[in-house]
């Protein structure tokens, strides 16, 4: 990045100052929030840095709370009581975590059962916690504010599918506008009378209402929920994917119509154990598979991607300040990583402003993984060397990381890959390679080999001890070290001044004391 890029924060510095130390963000740490949905209980405990949270705990229970509602309007009395018991361990362990007072929603079956009201006031008086009954269209708004958690600025179009019920909610500018609720949850279509036949008819009826009053929808498509999770999961397995990170994952529509025809032609059970589904849920996968190929037929977005980030994270986005909800997620994250674990928290910035030289012409978006690995270049040092750039390449590419597409979280765990290791072949990684073209490949092996030698050259977070000069149409590298800094130029520094040289096909040069 050159001295005058976007980045630039409040406090005058590249990074920005990192949130996560201001009150206001501190504030949000151990938040514990519960979603208690038409077929699952679960149980999230925020940790970290806010802007992106890591899952300090986070615990599901099915409990099929929708399951049966067709025909008796009520609560299923099974699964009243299983999330009731669920509720009630949920509260121990909150008090044990100090991730209380927990804010608890219920959603579809709770606010149309019947016993809902019944059901509520039971929930209070064994445990002591308020349930917050959403309508449909609350509910719209804060998926689509989980979205927004991992995709700041996003454009497109967020679907939530519960068991009783499927949200739409349309985001722009970092902010939620239309949206609306339906009935189409496989718990609902599932139990309705008539097969296949009246199921489709439903459903194409329903679709056509939801796209009149959401109007034309032709930007990203964001799937949220676990019938979604499901059945990305399946389309994974079909494809022979060979990252199995769901959020961010991305589909195509004709992808999608494949994936629902595999699933119909399915033996279920063998598919589930393949993709390591729960058989509750994957008994629900067929119905939500009829929901999506006719949502993406009406509404014919241009792509669309997987996110693990639905009401449980809106609800934590609820409580953020404006300043930190403008944060890029992936940065306030990589921050947050290097204040923890880095021998020289701070050095981070200083090594992005040594290397960066080289990714002067770079496109924004990869100027901001460069500056992601440069935070995130020494804080797996505590692993065995002999493992150390295999870790790294883990948890980048599996890591809860927001705002990363697939590709950029392969380019990262490259680049930090080759700060611990010449090569990249040879290892277990080497099908994730191909979701990054050569060019990709070799850029983020350069970033690795910027970061490896800049490392040698450490002497403090306040002093700069040289300056890198890169001319890429000579193909000429040029390091200009300071006087003092000269001694840190040894035999292994050389070697990696070389390897970054050959790395980027450059003549390499050597001034000391000369600037």
Known sequence: MDGSDHSVADDGEPFGRPLFRDASARALSRVGVVDVGSNSVRLVVFDGAARSPAYFYNEKIMCALGAGFAETGRLNPEGRARALAALARFQLLAEGMGATPLTVVATAAVR?????????????????LKLWVIDGREEARLSAQGVLLGWPGSYGLVCDIGGS??????????RVGRRVSSQLGPLRLRDMPGGKKARTAHIAEVMEQLAAEMGPQHNRLFLVGGSWRAIARIDMERR???????????????????TVKFIEKADLEALRTACNISSSRMSLVPYAAEVLGRLVRRFQPKDIALSSYGIREGLLYEQMPQRLRDRDPLIESCLFSEAKDARLPGFGRKLHEFIRPLFRNAPEAKKRLVQAAC??????????????????????????????KHSERVFLGLALMHRYRNKREGTRFDRLYDLLDEPERNEAEVLGKAMR???????????????????????????????DAAPLYGEVAEARFQSLGAALGAEISVNIGRR
């Open 453 to 483: 030698f800049g490392a040698m050259l450490w002497m403090s977070n306040e002093e700069q001890p040289g300056e890198l000069r890169w001319f890429p149409k000579k193909r000429i590298l040029q390091l200009h070290l300071s006087a």
């Open 240 to 258: 022979g994917y060979p990252l199995h990170v769901l959020h961010e994952y991305r589909m195509t529509a004709k992808a999608v119509s494949q």
């Open 375 to 404: 935070l995130l270049h020494d804080v797996s040092w505590r692993a065995h060397p002999d493992y150390r750039a295999e870790i790294c390449f883990d948890n980048a590419t599996r890591a809860n990381l927001g705002g990363l």
């Open 165 to 174: 019920s499927m949200e739409l909610a349309e985001i722009f500018e970092g």
């Open 112 to 128: 149309d059962a019947a016993d809902g009201a019944e059901f509520r006031a039971e929930v209070e008086g064994e445990t002591g």
